[in-house]
């Protein structure tokens, strides 16, 4: 039986906003590694919820302490195929036992691609947002660190909304939709100028933890995709299953996002909400 009285964890959400989508995604996948067997819906359209099982109890503190204190390895050569990969795109690695262990890889931005003949580490498109100096771990701990003196200045045990907490920022993995701008209305990229840009430093660790399992329906030139709500606590298998469209329930909704470009740079636009009859082209 879904209702908030049932959850553990409830978190106000913004739908249209495709990387709070991709952070409510990154929260579930973190509390069912953190406390096996946890599952996670959409509730009356602006939460999410998370309910842990059994006796297996975790708290919104410990997920967001674990983001804070560990600190992820940059991969440089990848151990399946000794294949290098230039520090940009670098696969963040993660242990969350001390470092016995690596449970999580995050690497949704490669691909391996032959290219004359050889096979090499590139950039997968169009989740690459970033460009120029910028790495894939400098991002995460530039973000990291904003996060740490947010939960000093903030109760976010007791926040009506996690997610509207936004600091400008130099470097930005570039799903936080809210408040960033689009070169074309603005006539140049804030990135390039060297601007900072305001987002959740939240929303944007917690979406490309979601983006390593929760891979939503791009189109043909992948430039936008489609993504979707589920109302039936899940696992994160079932639950991306039915982000992706493969399972579909009677209260699921549809929402379809593009990749904006800015420049050199690229982030995620608004998302709006299709109904059943809408077509997928």
């Given at each position: 039986m879904t209702g908030k009285e049932n959850a553990d964890i409830q978190i106000s959400v913004d739908l249209t906003n495709p990387g709070q989508f991709f952070a409510c995604c990154g929260f579930l996948e973190l509390a069912d590694r953190l406390w096996p067997?946890?599952?996670g819906w959409f509730e009356r359209g602006d939460q999410f919820c998370i309910a842990f099982a059994g006796e297996s109890k975790g708290s919104l503190a410990e997920l967001l302490a674990i983001l804070v204190t560990t600190q992820p390895t940059a991969i440089m050569k990848l151990e399946c195929n000794g294949l290098e990969v230039a520090p940009i795109i670098a696969p963040l690695a993660f242990s969350l036992d001390g470092g016995a262990t690596?449970?999580?890889?995050?690497?949704?931005?490669?691909?391996?691609?032959?290219?004359r003949g050889v096979a090499k580490v590139i950039s997968s498109p169009p989740w690459n947002f970033w460009s120029g100096q910028q790495t894939s771990l400098s991002i995460w701990n530039g973000l990291r660190a904003e996060l740490a003196k947010q939960i000093l200045a903030v109760d976010f045990s007791t926040s009506a909304d996690l997610f509207s907490h936004r600091v400008?920022?130099?470097?930005r993995f570039g799903f936080d939709c809210g408040p960033a701008w689009n070169a074309l209305d603005v006539g140049f990229s804030p990135n390039e100028?060297?601007?900072?840009?305001e987002s959740?430093?939240?929303v944007e660790l917690l979406a490309v933890v979601g983006l390593q399992r929760f891979r939503p329906v791009m189109n043909n030139e992948r430039d936008g995709f489609d993504y979707f709500t589920w109302c039936r606590p899940s696992s994160p298998m079932v639950a991306a299953a039915t982000m992706a469209g493969a399972i579909r329930e009677t209260s699921t909704r549809r929402f379809r996002a593009s990749v904006v470009s800015r420049g050199q740079y690229a982030a995620l636009s608004k998302a709006f909400s299709l109904t059943a009859g809408d077509s997928d082209e």
């Amino acid at each position: 039986m879904t209702g908030k009285e049932n959850a553990d964890i409830q978190i106000s959400v913004d739908l249209t906003n495709p990387g709070q989508f991709f952070a409510c995604c990154g929260f579930l996948e973190l509390a069912d590694r953190l406390w096996p067997g946890a599952e996670g819906w959409f509730e009356r359209g602006d939460q999410f919820c998370i309910a842990f099982a059994g006796e297996s109890k975790g708290s919104l503190a410990e997920l967001l302490a674990i983001l804070v204190t560990t600190q992820p390895t940059a991969i440089m050569k990848l151990e399946c195929n000794g294949l290098e990969v230039a520090p940009i795109i670098a696969p963040l690695a993660f242990s969350l036992d001390g470092g016995a262990t690596t449970a999580l890889i995050l690497d949704a931005w490669t691909q391996i691609r032959m290219d004359r003949g050889v096979a090499k580490v590139i950039s997968s498109p169009p989740w690459n947002f970033w460009s120029g100096q910028q790495t894939s771990l400098s991002i995460w701990n530039g973000l990291r660190a904003e996060l740490a003196k947010q939960i000093l200045a903030v109760d976010f045990s007791t926040s009506a909304d996690l997610f509207s907490h936004r600091v400008f920022q130099g470097g930005r993995f570039g799903f936080d939709c809210g408040p960033a701008w689009n070169a074309l209305d603005v006539g140049f990229s804030p990135n390039e100028q060297g601007m900072e840009v305001e987002s959740s430093p939240l929303v944007e660790l917690l979406a490309v933890v979601g983006l390593q399992r929760f891979r939503p329906v791009m189109n043909n030139e992948r430039d936008g995709f489609d993504y979707f709500t589920w109302c039936r606590p899940s696992s994160p298998m079932v639950a991306a299953a039915t982000m992706a469209g493969a399972i579909r329930e009677t209260s699921t909704r549809r929402f379809r996002a593009s990749v904006v470009s800015r420049g050199q740079y690229a982030a995620l636009s608004k998302a709006f909400s299709l109904t059943a009859g809408d077509s997928d082209e």
